[in-house]
């Protein structure tokens, strides 16, 4: 099944001419052209298949500063309080609570990982509490077992999933932007080394500046044009089960198994960093440089089978302007749950939160999240294309980071000062030999 997602109806007829022209209308790209929008851009922003349809609604929904790596950790500040000053901007409902995160362990490595995570949090400002073996062992009570530590991040939250990214494109729409459904944006065209349109699959919108938020389908787009691009994907797998009148926490992470809460009397159940790897092209192009990735995450990492290569999103081949491309005959990655990860999920539940066991299954949905080889998001222009901004990669933390990664397009567009610095996010770091995985 596919993850809940609230649809939103969008505009009419596709503009001639646009300020910015968005590609991908998931939770980074509907940010950025609200953000855009509100530097007084004439924005449009064009998804081939509906909003926030892909892993922008089939995610955890966490929204947390906690373990970032470093790189990552000033976007997640930010965010957390765009999150918070968006709702009260724009008036619409993203399900954001600043509820805290709570995890738990009794492997003294990892207590001792986020321990040292949590002194570095204090020199940037950053509240992480760690938890005594008493402490633990009360606040996780639903459990019914002991443990030997934890961590608490009480300025961190949760957002829904699938309100968020409609949300922003709604908010965009109150501005004067537009938002085109069903509408694939095959490539773009050029003049002197620039953007000089996008080319969609309902005509063409004049523009100087394109970006590509298209997720998982970003490098292919960029292949188009001859850019480079790293990137490759796995597909993670999520179930939802009835919760209703059971006292379980907002977010709540464990190694065996992570609680989500995702509206009333429903929680999403997930394992860390488990997933398949599907063969594709594109894997194989870039597999090399992933070995450092794989290698250290090898023991959740399993081989996939054809969804990701009848996908189309990882495409190697070249696709003409005035003919349907991959994206058309793909509207919505809709990849189907692993069987055998669903069944471990549900297994892993009950094994620690017994009531889990007898609660009803409410579906269960995958996604293709999309990496880069360092696992920090690539949120860039590209030197050879005057005018395009890449923003893809964003390797499993895009949800809770895409307020502040919008806003951060819109920066670098607009030419005015960053809200933080986008120098790590260069497309370029990845021409320079290898590059420092992220620890988190």
């Not at 300020?19 to 991908?24: E, L």
């Not at 990882?314 to 669903?342: F, H, Y």
Request: glycine residues 12%.
């Amino acid at each position: 099944m596919p993850a809940p997602l609230r649809l939103i109806e969008g505009s009419p007829e596709l503009p001639a001419e646009a300020d910015a022209v968005i590609i991908g209308a998931g939770i980074v790209g509907s940010f950025a052209a609200y953000y855009l929008a509100r530097h007084g851009l004439k924005v449009a922003l064009v998804e081939k298949g509906v909003v926030g349809g892909e892993q922008s609604s089939r995610n955890w929904g966490w929204c947390r500063q906690q373990n970032r790596d470093f790189r990552e950790l000033p976007l997640s500040t930010k965010s957390l309080d765009l999150w918070e000053q968006f709702s009260r901007d724009s008036g619409e409902d993203t399900g954001f609570r600043r509820c805290g995160l709570f995890y738990v362990s009794n492997d003294e490595n990892e207590l001792g990982t986020w321990a040292r995570w949590g002194e570095f949090a204090r020199t940037v400002g950053v509240a992480s509490h760690m938890l005594s073996a008493r402490d633990a062992t009360d606040r996780a009570a639903f459990t019914g077992r002991s443990w030997r530590g934890g961590v608490f991040s009480p300025s961190d939250g949760t957002a829904n999933p699938g309100l968020a990214a409609p949300a922003a494109a709604k908010a965009l729409m109150k501005l004067g932007g537009t938002v085109h459904q069903g509408c694939a944006a095959r490539g773009l065209e050029t003049s002197g080394g620039g953007v000089s349109a996008v080319v969609t699959e309902k005509g063409v919108i004049r523009t100087k500046l394109a970006v590509m938020t298209g997720g998982a389908w970003a490098s292919s787009f960029c292949h188009q044009l001859g850019v480079r691009f790293p990137q490759a994907t796995v597909r993670q797998s999520i179930v939802a089960v009835a919760t209703d009148g059971m006292a379980l926490p907002d977010a709540f992470f464990s190694k065996s198994i992570a609680i989500t809460r995702r509206g009333e009397g429903c929680h999403v159940l997930a394992i860390s960093g488990r997933a398949r790897v599907d063969p594709t092209a594109q894997f194989l192009r870039f597999s090399r440089e992933f070995l450092p990735m794989f290698a250290r995450r090898w023991r959740s990492l399993s081989p996939g089978g054809l969804q990701g290569l009848r996908s189309g999103h990882e495409s190697l081949s070249r696709w003409a302007l005035d003919q349907p491309t991959p994206m058309e005959a793909m509207r919505i990655l809709d990849p189907k749950a692993d069987e055998s990860t669903v069944r471990l999920t549900r297994n892993r539940a009950a094994a620690l939160v017994p009531m889990i066991g007898s609660a009803a299954t409410l579906g269960s949905w995958a996604g293709f999240v999309d990496s880069t080889p360092d696992g920090v998001p690539t949120i860039s222009d590209v030197p050879s294309v005057g005018g395009l901004i890449v923003a893809a990669g964003f390797s499993g933390h895009g949800f809770g980071i895409g307020p502040g990664s919008g806003r951060l397009i819109s920066d670098i567009a607009a030419g005015t000062p960053p809200i933080v610095d986008p120098r790590p996010y260069s497309l370029s770091r990845f021409s320079g030999g290898e590059v420092q995985v992220a620890e988190f």
